[in-house]
């Protein structure tokens, strides 16, 4: 079973950075996708970001896109995600998520999609 484990939340001021990291193991598809979303309380999951694994074509969310970078460590198996510039409402559980590519070149937004999730890490922005 494909098990995906989240770290790296925290509480950080506004204007603060973090990094979360999603490790990935035993993964049985030869191309895929991570993403991470986030659900804030009293909110719907959201997509912040993905990656594909093999070709790194990543994709944003507009509210992000201009702070945030996803990036895949081959070393340690995992997606990070760094988040620059946050503000209060980026306070939510932060997910992790992986589904297979097949035929496709831009990872899905959609969380519907996603086979594999993770159990969530918190992060919290002061302001």
């Known amino acids: 079973q494909v098990q995906l484990v989240e770290s790296g939340g925290g509480l950080v001021r506004t204007g603060g950075s973090l990094r979360l990291s999603c490790a990935v193991s035993r993964m049985p598809f030869a191309s895929y996708a991570v993403a991470w979303f986030r659900r804030a309380p009293g909110k719907e999951r959201e997509f912040v970001a993905a990656v594909s694994w093999n070709s790194g074509v990543d994709k944003y969310s507009d509210d992000v896109k201009e702070r945030f970078t996803i990036s895949r460590d081959f070393i340690d198996n995992a997606v990070s995600l760094q988040m620059n510039s946050l503000k209060p409402e980026d306070t939510a559980d932060y997910l992790c998520?992986?589904?297979?590519?097949?035929?496709?070149?831009?990872?899905?937004?959609?969380?519907?999609?996603?086979?594999?999730w993770g159990q969530g890490t918190q992060v919290t922005v002061s302001s």
């Open positions: 998520a992986a589904a297979p590519m097949v035929s496709k070149v831009i990872p899905e937004t959609r969380a519907e999609k996603y086979d594999y």
